[in-house]
């Protein structure tokens, strides 16, 4: 395989991985009525406990300030709450509040069933191989961006 067939491989694969999570995770955000990056949001303190507007906002690779417009308004929707830091009001911590887990908590259980299927079909060995592929990609998107 030479450069030119292998770049276009990367593309279509890339392009192809972003299609199918996106077709995959958006009936889950139009139903609780969340954009892509909400659930990113929301999803990232659920596997945290708490954030801070700057931690979140690297956990996720977003600008510090497009995080914390996007917190207010989830905040406003009663999904997670911003406390600032009584010693430093800089800091602003970000939690989940009950009803942002009770979603993220749904959303998780239609994944971990939509999964089950396939996963009950499949090898230990196909998981390793598709996991080693990804850390392979990603290193060498890493190596690229350097």
Known sequence: MDLSDFKKLIWDYTRQITENTNSLFAPLCEQYGLTMLQMRILMELYRHDFHTIGSLAEGIHVAGTNISSLCKKLEGMGLLRRIRDQKDERVVRVVLENKGQEIISEIDKTLSARF????????????????????????LLQKLNS
């Open 116 to 139: 089950a299927s396939y996963l009950n079909s499949e090898t230990e060995e196909s998981f390793d191989a598709i996991i080693m592929g990804l850390q392979k990609l990603t290193e």
